[in-house]
């Protein structure tokens, strides 16, 4: 695992430990009502508010939903619990991915005001990754 820059009473690294926990949390947030949204509304419902999800079969929409969701319990669960924490950098570059694939959907089907949100939640993705691999990594839990 990667050291951290710093000792624990860096006042640099606990100032970067405040924003990537800010960042999880939103970002999770975020994540988990909108996968909960795409796996748990009526289709109905959800095509009058995002009409290119009728371009998608409904077992899609409700697996990225599920998607959504575990990527939001990707980012919390390891590291507030500092069991296996480096999977919270994995599932970051997981939604950086994600948010490539829904971004040129998003172009495809000419929703550009989508494009924001999911370049916006990418970059905060890419942040959390960046900064528990490198600034602010979480250790492991001793056993």
């Known amino acids: 695992m990667p050291k951290a820059h710093g000792s624990d009473h860096d006042p640099i690294r606990q100032l970067m430990n405040i924003a990537l926990w800010i960042a999880q949390f939103f970002l999770a947030f975020s994540l988990f009502y909108s996968g909960g ?40 669960v390891p590291t507030i619990l500092r069991i296996k924490p480096a999977l919270t950098v994995i599932a970051a570059w997981g939604v950086v991915l994600l948010m490539v694939c829904a971004t040129v959907f998003h172009i495809q089907h000419k929703e550009t005001a989508q494009v924001g949100v999911n370049l916006l939640f990418g970059s905060i993705a890419l942040f959390i990754a960046w900064g528990r691999s490198r600034k602010a990594v979480i250790p492991e839990r001793m056993k």
Not at 37 to 50: E, R
């Open 37 to 76: 949204t795409k796996a748990f509304i009526p289709m109905d419902i959800l095509a009058a508010q995002w009409p290119s999800i009728g371009a998608l079969a409904p077992p899609i929409v409700r697996l990225l939903g599920v998607i959504d969701m575990l990527g939001a319990i990707g980012l919390i």
